[in-house]
């Protein structure tokens, strides 16, 4: 039988590993011409080779390495049809301690990499025909953790920019999802010695693979229509994210610091 992906040329970023190349391995499996990218060369021929995909080492960070990318599928499969930004920088930080330049680089791969890959893939999206799908990764970290503000920021951009494309795309058959993904990989190592016991062990017994079925699927022509969403991932729970809304209002008599003080000690006070 074909699978879910056959017929469709599909890049992945940060592929080389971990999530990356779950989903890479899947996406194979599932009848998909693959193009494994990370910026570790051996680490994309390692994958790209055991599963007869194609290998690319572009810096997805610049605007001209996530175009040649993309490029690079377009010339070796004569299209592009899915797009899932998986590439993404981990490092942790009290904000005492912060590097600004590490944050600066956490945000040029996680936010901008997956900006300049998801323009450049629209666009040939629309120009070969209009049909295509781009899955985004984010992070349950959007929402805050200890020691994640620079990856956290990242992947709350991720979240708007999901939202935002979704519905600069509604109309056409160009899909803009996200995942949110839970699994036992080198960054979740890396979270449970920065913190120990404050990790809470929330990422031990979740393989990666266990992730990778939601993004085959919104890859897919299954999932048809769906846009905008972000699907969260965590062992044997599969849910939806909602974009940030308003939790409650409160109407003031005046605009005063004690009438917002007041507001703060009643109603505003009893929110979570």
Not at 52 to 59: E, P, V
Not at 205 to 222: H, M, Q, R, T
Request: hydrophobic share 45%.
């Amino acid at each position: 039988m074909p699978g879910v992906l056959a017929g469709k040329a599909v890049v992945i970023t940060g592929a080389g590993r971990g999530l990356g190349e779950a989903y890479a391995r899947l996406a194979a499996a599932e009848g998909a011409s693959v193009v494994v990218n990370d910026v570790d060369s051996a680490a994309a021929a390692s994958v790209a080779g055991a599963i007869g995909a194609l290998a690319d080492d572009s810096d997805i960070a610049t605007w001209t390495g996530a175009g040649r990318l993309i490029d690079n599928c377009r010339r070796a499969y004569g299209r592009v049809d899915g797009l899932v930004n998986n590439a993404g920088l981990f490092r942790l930080a009290d904000p005492r301690e912060q590097d600004p330049e590490e944050f600066r680089r956490v945000l040029e791969v996680n936010l901008l990499g997956t900006a300049y890959c998801g323009l450049h893939a629209i666009r040939a999206m629309l120009e070969q025909g209009g049909a295509g799908s781009v899955v985004n990764v984010t992070s349950g970290s959007q929402s805050g953790a200890a020691a994640l503000a620079a990856y956290g920021a990242s992947k709350g951009g991720v979240a708007s920019l999901t939202w935002c494309w979704a519905a600069d795309l509604a109309g056409t058959e160009v899909r803009v999802n996200a995942v949110s993904p839970n699994a036992h990989t080198r960054m979740a190592d890396a979270f449970e010695r920065h913190l120990g016991a404050r990790a809470r062990g929330q990422n031990v017994g979740k393989p990666p693979a266990s992730n990778a079925p939601a993004v085959v699927y919104l890859l897919s022509e299954a999932a048809a229509g769906i846009s905008g969403r972000i699907v969260r991932v965590d062992g044997d729970e599969l849910s939806l994210v909602q974009p940030p809304r308003t939790a409650v209002a409160v109407r003031l008599p005046e605009w005063t610091v004690a009438a917002v003080a007041e507001a703060f000690a009643g109603d505003l006070r009893q929110q979570p």
